[in-house]
């Protein structure tokens, strides 16, 4: 499936998602000076962040062996709480971009996660500067989608979030290494990325 395209000067991203194999992958295709796409191949075809990630790093034991006990239905509620996330993560992409938060067919689970992020930005009040950014490392050879970049000066006691964030939304039951490393590979991505902070909004029975 061909998702939206982004600009990035003389090319744009594409997003590709391969449904039948649950990877992901991002073109570069090329562009005059009007913005136009120049006919021809891609300048660049780079798998998604987390499609390297999960080949490579290996994952949970406790969900291999949760998985395993619980057999094709354990299997089944796995790829349920992915495509979950996938829903909280459009249905977060829609408010921000202004045009209100389907709530039609979402279990509860997901509204409480909607809501988390909802309570996280009335009091942490973001300066958004891109949502749903494609970006890409020609070094690393990979590409990906963050949820947000956006500016904040929030102090609250000994917290203090202060500047530019690189900031990616998490449904799951805790956030662990391959989140942190995926995160990090889109501040890679950043020119001025010496100037800029990643954080990960853990969206589920707390906010974090």
Same mark, same amino acid.
């Not at 987390?50 to 034991?61: E, F, H, K, L």
């Not at 990979?142 to 000066?153: H, Q």
């Given at each position: 499936?061909?998702n939206?395209? =982004? ?6 991203i594409?997003?590709v998602?391969?449904?039948a194999?649950?990877?992901r992958?991002?073109k ?7 913005g136009d796409i120049i006919e021809?191949p891609? #300048? ?11 080949a490579v790093? /290996?994952?949970?034991s406790?969900? =291999?062996?949760w998985?395993?006990?619980?057999g094709?239905?354990g ?7 992915a495509?979950s996330?996938?829903k909280?993560?459009i ?12 709530s039609?067919g979402?279990? #509860?689970k997901?509204?409480r +996660? ?11 009040? /973001?300066?958004?500067?891109?949502t ?6 020609p070094? #690393? ?8 970049k956006c ?6 006691g000994?917290?203090?979030y202060v500047?530019?964030? =690189? ?7 805790q956030v662990?290494d ?6 990090a590979?889109?501040?890679s +991505? ?8 990643t ?8 906010t974090?």
């Amino acid at each position: 499936m061909l998702n939206e395209t =982004i600009s990035k000067s003389n090319f744009i991203i594409q997003r590709v998602d391969n449904d039948a194999e649950g990877d992901r992958y991002y073109k570069g295709i090329p562009v005059d000076e009007r913005g136009d796409i120049i006919e021809g191949p891609p #300048l660049w075809t780079r798998p998604s962040y987390t499609t390297v990630i999960d080949a490579v790093y /290996p994952m949970d034991s406790y969900l =291999i062996r949760w998985i395993r006990e619980n057999g094709d239905a354990g299997y089944a509620q796995y790829i349920k709480a992915a495509e979950s996330g996938t829903k909280v993560h459009i249905a977060i992409s829609e408010m921000l971009l202004g045009r209100g938060a389907p709530s039609e067919g979402m279990e #509860l689970k997901e509204k409480r +996660c909607i809501q988390a992020f909802l309570d996280w930005y009335a009091e942490f009040k /973001p300066e958004i500067i891109e949502t749903e950014g494609m970006v890409t490392d020609p070094v #690393l050879g990979m590409a990906g989608t963050r949820d947000l970049k956006c500016r904040l000066n929030y102090t609250k006691g000994k917290k203090s979030y202060v500047g530019v964030y =690189i900031i990616d939304f998490k449904t799951s039951s805790q956030v662990n290494d391959k989140h942190r490393i995926q995160n990090a590979g889109y501040w890679s +991505c950043e020119p001025d990325r010496d100037n800029i902070k990643t954080a990960i909004l853990h969206l589920g029975n707390k906010t974090e």
